[in-house]
Nanobody
Framework: QLQLVESGGGLVQPGGSLRLSCAAS????????IGWFRQAPGKEREGVSY????????DYADSVKGRFTISRDNGKNTVYLHMNKMKPEDTAVYYC???WGPGYSAYVDEYDLWGRGTQVTVST
């Protein structure tokens, strides 16, 4: 069974850091394009960061550029989202998703497999 499982969420103070993990089972994650998305209460799900399955190129939403970093550990079949200098507006449920088609995408509808999400709360 193909599955993505996120972990690493929690409560962090403004300015703090967290590392989210997205572990795959049933398939080899490094061949596929992976995206991290987030959804705050009452808001649409939005793209945060992406990594290509072909050349490991990456991209970021403007709101997280310079603060978040996406990376991949092929040996652990896991993609990470390193989040630094966190802000209250980063509070959301964070999801990872896999896209079978070519290239990564910022569009939710273009991803084929989703995890169940992990809650991130940035607050004092």
């Amino acid at each position: 069974q193909l599955q993505l499982v996120e972990s690493g969420g929690g409560l962090v103070q403004p300015g703090g850091s967290l590392r989210l993990s997205c572990a795959a089972s049933g398939f080899t994650l490094n061949y596929y394009n992976i995206g991290w998305f987030r959804q705050a209460p009452g808001k649409e799900r939005e793209g945060v960061s992406y990594i290509s399955g072909s050349d490991d190129s990456t991209d970021y939403a403007d709101s997280v550029k310079g603060r978040f970093t996406i990376s991949r550990d092929n040996g652990k079949n896991t993609v990470y989202l390193h989040m630094n200098k966190m802000k209250p507006e980063d509070t959301a449920v964070y999801y990872c998703a896999a896209r079978w088609g070519p290239g990564y995408s910022a569009y939710v509808d273009e991803y084929d497999l989703w995890g169940r999400g992990t809650q991130v709360t940035v607050s004092t």
